[in-house]
């Protein structure tokens, strides 16, 4: 029989690791709460042409990453989603989330991408974002971007740069597209394929290339940055004299384009130099023509998405300790023939908020095994006590707990007042 495995680029999280991404997905509950971001959840699957409106034509994303397929049933064109925003705006724009003012949202979930899988790069990914939407002041951008900042120091990131631009307005852009071109005609010899294909389609996206052989030819283009008017450069002001009131550093990176279309004024990245390659842990950016252009009344919005596997290799390498996933106790079971009482009890004990591991039979032994096997176990389980339902104790109407951890001596507490002991069994968290 031919073996069974995922598809390739895309993982199992399997325990231990995945006690990693719960914790992070619940610092992020909890960070959003407070900043006032409440959770929105889309379909995965989307119609293509969401994509190809939203993202542009020619992005990477849309030219040559899309996992699109036609439903066998009725033959619509649909698309694993690539990002998220896309699907959020609809879902805003389908429901009228706006009527009665801007909405601060978030989501987590997988995306899906045909890139070459390698280190930080995946076909199943993950992203958290948020998106402040219906808000147009360059304050919404300094929120969306502080919000980033703490979760990097509530997870105990570090060595995370903010880099920010600005693509200022389309009218803007049309005039520095102009001079772009001009100056990538006369360098095109310097250009590979796609930008040379792009050349009058996309230039901008040019600047975004990630080919080492063109930095030189790019470094030296003209500057979007230059071309911006006085009310663009002071919605950047702004949001930078914000950003330094708070103490959150920043700097300036003018070929900091975005893979997406829709992007206009403000664009950031947070970067780091200890995941390679794949450096961006976070982008994002102001997208105030997207809603209208997907039949939405227009509304501004900013928003930014995260890639959790980044965020999680980057805690790694920085040596982040495991979240403690340990149980409180361990139920060693000396006797099958007490598994009923063995269960109940810690039915109610689980219900007064202990971590209780029970022990049962491996698929290769005989019953449940020796009182000596079982504490082994209990011990390499990592739990505090090992709660021992032995024959004695059950008859006297009670369990043996026994410290695990400590030398203090075993004792037992009575089966028909667990809730008089279960607290002292539950290790702070
Ligand atoms: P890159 O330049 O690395 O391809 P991107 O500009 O395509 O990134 P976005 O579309 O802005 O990325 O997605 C936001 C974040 O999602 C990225 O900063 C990155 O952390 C993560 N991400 C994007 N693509 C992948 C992928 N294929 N595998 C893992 N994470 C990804
Ligand atoms: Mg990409």
Not at 11 to 40: K, T
Request: glycine fraction near 8%.
């Amino acid at each position: 029989m031919q073996k069974l495995a995922a598809i390739k680029g895309m993982n199992d999280i399997l325990p231990p690791d995945s006690a990693r991404w719960e914790w992070l997905e619940e610092v992020v509950r909890s960070l959003m709460r407070r900043y006032g971001y409440r959770a929105i959840r889309t379909p995965i699957v989307e119609p293509t042409a969401l994509f190809v409106r939203g993202l542009g034509e020619v992005t990477d994303i849309v030219e040559k990453e899309m996992y699109s397929f036609e439903d066998r049933l009725n033959g619509e064109q649909l698309t694993l989603r690539p990002e998220a925003t896309a699907g959020v705006v609809r879902a805003v724009v389908e429901h009228t989330l706006l009527h009665d003012g801007g909405k601060r949202l978030y989501y987590m979930g997988p995306m899906f991408r045909h890139e070459r899988p390698q280190r930080g790069r995946y076909r199943q990914f993950h992203q958290i974002g948020a998106e402040a939407v219906g808000f147009p002041g360059a304050e919404m951008d300094a929120e969306i971007i502080l919000l980033a900042h703490a979760l990097w120091a509530e997870l105990g990131l570090a060595n995370v740069r903010l880099e920010l631009n600005s693509l200022g307005e389309p009218e803007e852009r049309k005039v520095h597209r102009a001079a772009l071109i001009a100056y990538l005609e006369q360098h095109q010899e310097a250009l590979d394929d796609d930008a040379r294909r792009r050349l009058h389609s996309n230039p901008l996206r040019i600047l975004d290339t990630k080919n080492p052989a063109m930095q030189a030819v790019v470094d030296a283009a003209p500057r979007l940055m230059d071309y911006l008017g006085e009310a663009s450069r002071q919605h950047l002001r702004t949001v930078q004299s914000i950003l330094d009131a708070a103490g959150v550093a920043w700097s300036i990176n003018p070929r900091l384009v975005r893979g997406m279309d829709y992007y206009n004024l403000t664009v950031f990245e947070f970067v780091t130099d200890e995941l390679g390659a794949q450096g961006t842990i976070c982008g994002g950016g102001r997208y105030d023509y997207l809603i209208g252009q997907m039949g939405g009344r227009p509304a501004p919005a900013v928003g930014w998405a995260l890639g959790v596997e980044r965020v999680l290799e980057l805690l790694r390498s920085q040596a982040r300790e495991l979240p403690d996933v340990r149980p409180d106790a361990y139920a060693v079971v000396p006797d099958a023939a007490a598994l009923p009482v063995v269960m109940a009890t810690l039915q109610r004990l689980r219900a007064l908020g202990v971590a209780v591991q029970m022990h049962s039979a491996a698929a290769n032994a005989q019953g449940l095994g020796s009182m000596k096997a079982q504490l082994k176990k209990a011990d390499a389980s990592g739990a505090r006590f090992a709660l021992i339902f032995g024959a004695d104790e059950l008859a006297a109407g009670a369990v043996a707990v026994k410290p695990l951890r400590e030398t203090s001596a075993q004792r037992p507490c009575p089966l028909t007042d667990v809730a008089a002991w279960a607290a002292s069994l539950q290790s702070p968290r």
